[in-house]
């Protein structure tokens, strides 16, 4: 039996690629041009996270796990820690966005 995605799974695996590339591409271009704040190991280390769980979401929905659901659920609730924490600082409304669109994406997907 084959595994069909759906247009809600295509579009939730498109916003955690999205995402994972904006945090990690922010992380390294712009927080460590930055520096200061945007270098604090608590949202650095979180963008990093944020790419990360944002790559494995992705991963589950596209080969159909059955733990899905809950890799989403913490997906979203990294990304919208992330959103905060990039928000907070004030000069990264991409990452803001991006972060948004994929925790909303995630947590229709783990509904």
Do not use: Y
Request: net charge negative.
């Amino acid at each position: 039996m084959t595994h069909m995605l759906s247009a809600e799974m295509r579009s939730c695996i498109d916003n955690c690629h999205a995402c994972a590339t904006v945090c990690l591409s922010d992380a390294i271009q712009h927080c460590l041009a930055k520096g200061g704040k945007h270098t604090e190991p608590k949202h650095f280390k979180l963008m990093l996270d944020c790419a990360e769980i944002c790559h494995t979401a992705a991963n589950f929905i596209a080969r159909g796990s059955d733990h899905l659901g809950h890799i989403c659920r913490e997906c979203a609730e990294i990304c919208r820690a992330c959103a905060d924490s990039c928000e907070a600082l004030g000069d990264m409304p991409e990452c803001v966005d991006a972060c948004r669109r994929c925790a909303e994406s995630c947590e229709e997907m783990a509904a």
